[in-house]
Protein backbone atom coordinates (compact mmCIF):
# COMPACT_ATOMS: atom_id res chain seq x y z
CA UNK A 1 0.00 0.00 0.00
CA UNK A 2 1.21 3.41 -0.66
CA UNK A 3 0.19 6.93 0.46
CA UNK A 4 -1.42 8.98 -2.11
CA UNK A 5 -2.31 12.70 -1.17
CA UNK A 6 -4.34 11.25 1.87
CA UNK A 7 -5.05 8.01 0.71
CA UNK A 8 -3.75 4.93 -0.68
CA UNK A 9 -2.93 2.96 -3.42
CA UNK A 10 -2.73 -0.93 -3.43
CA UNK A 11 0.73 -1.89 -4.91
CA UNK A 12 3.95 -2.79 -4.09
CA UNK A 13 7.03 -0.38 -4.46
CA UNK A 14 10.33 -1.71 -6.13
CA UNK A 15 11.59 -2.65 -2.98
CA UNK A 16 8.70 -4.61 -1.74
CA UNK A 17 8.70 -6.33 -5.30
CA UNK A 18 12.36 -7.08 -5.24
CA UNK A 19 12.39 -8.74 -1.87
CA UNK A 20 8.92 -10.47 -2.51
CA UNK A 21 10.74 -12.02 -5.74
CA UNK A 22 14.26 -12.88 -3.69
CA UNK A 23 11.67 -14.74 -0.65
CA UNK A 24 10.33 -16.70 -3.22
CA UNK A 25 13.28 -18.11 -5.32
CA UNK A 26 14.42 -18.77 -2.14
CA UNK A 27 11.74 -20.76 -1.17
CA UNK A 28 11.16 -22.71 -4.71
CA UNK A 29 10.95 -25.98 -2.88
CA UNK A 30 7.98 -24.89 -0.30
CA UNK A 31 4.40 -24.25 -0.71
CA UNK A 32 3.36 -20.74 -0.79
CA UNK A 33 0.75 -18.35 1.24
CA UNK A 34 0.29 -14.98 -0.21
CA UNK A 35 -1.08 -12.69 2.53
CA UNK A 36 -2.08 -9.46 1.82
CA UNK A 37 -4.58 -6.74 3.37
CA UNK A 38 -5.88 -5.54 -0.39
CA UNK A 39 -7.02 -8.32 -2.87
CA UNK A 40 -4.23 -8.67 -6.08
CA UNK A 41 -6.99 -10.76 -7.70
CA UNK A 42 -10.81 -10.69 -6.42
CA UNK A 43 -13.77 -10.18 -8.17
CA UNK A 44 -15.26 -8.19 -5.30
CA UNK A 45 -14.19 -5.02 -5.90
CA UNK A 46 -16.02 -5.02 -9.45
CA UNK A 47 -19.19 -4.96 -7.21
CA UNK A 48 -18.52 -2.73 -4.38
CA UNK A 49 -19.67 0.57 -5.29
CA UNK A 50 -23.50 0.47 -6.06
CA UNK A 51 -22.74 2.52 -9.24
CA UNK A 52 -21.19 1.65 -12.60
CA UNK A 53 -19.03 4.76 -14.21
CA UNK A 54 -21.23 6.98 -16.11
CA UNK A 55 -20.49 5.42 -19.43
CA UNK A 56 -20.70 1.77 -18.09
CA UNK A 57 -17.58 0.97 -17.58
CA UNK A 58 -17.26 -1.13 -13.83
CA UNK A 59 -15.59 1.21 -11.35
CA UNK A 60 -12.56 -0.06 -9.73
CA UNK A 61 -10.92 1.86 -7.21
CA UNK A 62 -7.12 1.66 -6.64
CA UNK A 63 -7.42 1.55 -3.12
CA UNK A 64 -9.93 -1.71 -3.14
CA UNK A 65 -7.65 -4.33 -5.70
CA UNK A 66 -3.62 -4.33 -6.48
CA UNK A 67 -2.91 -2.03 -9.28
CA UNK A 68 0.13 -3.82 -9.86
CA UNK A 69 -1.86 -7.12 -10.16
CA UNK A 70 -0.18 -8.05 -13.37
CA UNK A 71 2.79 -7.47 -12.71
CA UNK A 72 2.39 -9.72 -9.53
CA UNK A 73 0.86 -12.49 -11.88
CA UNK A 74 3.49 -12.43 -13.78
CA UNK A 75 6.07 -13.45 -10.82
CA UNK A 76 3.65 -15.57 -9.65
CA UNK A 77 3.60 -17.71 -12.77
CA UNK A 78 7.65 -18.09 -12.40
CA UNK A 79 6.45 -19.53 -9.49
CA UNK A 80 4.51 -23.26 -9.22
CA UNK A 81 4.48 -23.66 -5.86
CA UNK A 82 2.23 -20.80 -5.27
CA UNK A 83 -1.35 -22.22 -4.41
CA UNK A 84 -3.24 -19.30 -2.32
CA UNK A 85 -3.27 -16.06 -1.81
CA UNK A 86 -5.10 -14.53 1.39
CA UNK A 87 -6.98 -10.67 1.90
CA UNK A 88 -9.67 -8.94 3.58
CA UNK A 89 -9.79 -5.36 3.06
CA UNK A 90 -12.94 -4.49 1.61
CA UNK A 91 -15.48 -6.78 3.98
CA UNK A 92 -16.75 -8.95 1.01
CA UNK A 93 -16.51 -12.23 0.23
CA UNK A 94 -15.24 -14.44 -2.91
CA UNK A 95 -12.36 -17.04 -4.38
CA UNK A 96 -10.92 -16.70 -7.49
CA UNK A 97 -8.75 -19.95 -8.62
CA UNK A 98 -6.89 -18.07 -11.36
CA UNK A 99 -3.72 -19.35 -12.87
CA UNK A 100 -4.02 -22.44 -10.53
CA UNK A 101 -3.78 -20.18 -7.47
CA UNK A 102 -6.50 -20.02 -5.59
CA UNK A 103 -7.25 -16.06 -4.39
CA UNK A 104 -9.26 -15.66 -1.32
CA UNK A 105 -11.42 -12.41 -0.13
CA UNK A 106 -12.12 -13.18 3.22
CA UNK A 107 -14.88 -10.81 4.61
CA UNK A 108 -13.91 -8.98 8.07
CA UNK A 109 -15.40 -9.79 11.78
CA UNK A 110 -16.78 -6.18 11.84
CA UNK A 111 -18.97 -6.70 8.81
CA UNK A 112 -20.46 -3.13 8.23
CA UNK A 113 -18.51 -1.86 11.31
CA UNK A 114 -20.23 -3.40 13.74
CA UNK A 115 -23.72 -2.81 12.28
CA UNK A 116 -24.60 -6.02 10.75
CA UNK A 117 -23.84 -7.54 6.85
CA UNK A 118 -21.87 -5.32 4.74
CA UNK A 119 -23.41 -5.86 1.21
CA UNK A 120 -24.94 -9.22 1.99
CA UNK A 121 -22.17 -10.38 3.68
CA UNK A 122 -22.49 -10.90 7.79
CA UNK A 123 -19.70 -10.64 9.98
CA UNK A 124 -17.57 -13.91 9.66
CA UNK A 125 -13.70 -14.57 9.90
CA UNK A 126 -12.06 -17.64 7.47
CA UNK A 127 -10.44 -21.02 8.78
CA UNK A 128 -8.12 -22.19 6.68
CA UNK A 129 -6.38 -26.17 6.33
CA UNK A 130 -3.42 -26.33 4.24
CA UNK A 131 -2.53 -28.99 3.08
CA UNK A 132 0.90 -31.25 2.77
CA UNK A 133 0.25 -31.54 -1.24
CA UNK A 134 -0.34 -27.63 -1.40
CA UNK A 135 -4.05 -27.40 -1.03
CA UNK A 136 -5.91 -25.19 0.88
CA UNK A 137 -9.30 -25.46 1.91
CA UNK A 138 -11.28 -22.46 3.38
CA UNK A 139 -14.79 -22.33 5.71
CA UNK A 140 -16.36 -18.83 6.01
CA UNK A 141 -17.51 -18.82 10.30
CA UNK A 142 -20.62 -15.66 10.96
CA UNK A 143 -19.51 -14.10 13.79
Same mark, same amino acid.
Given at each position: ???????????????????????? @???????????????????????????????? @??? %??? =????? &?????? &?????? #???????????? %???????? &???????? =??????????????? #??? =??? &???????????????
Amino acid at each position: MQENKGGYIALLDDEQFSWLEKEL @DANKQKYICIVSHIPIISFCPALFYKDMLPNG @DWK %LSR =ALLHT &DARKIK &DLFKKH #PNIKTCLSGHIH %LQDEVNFL &DIKYYCNG =AVSGNWWKGAFQDFA #PAY =ALF &DFYNDGSVERKMTAY
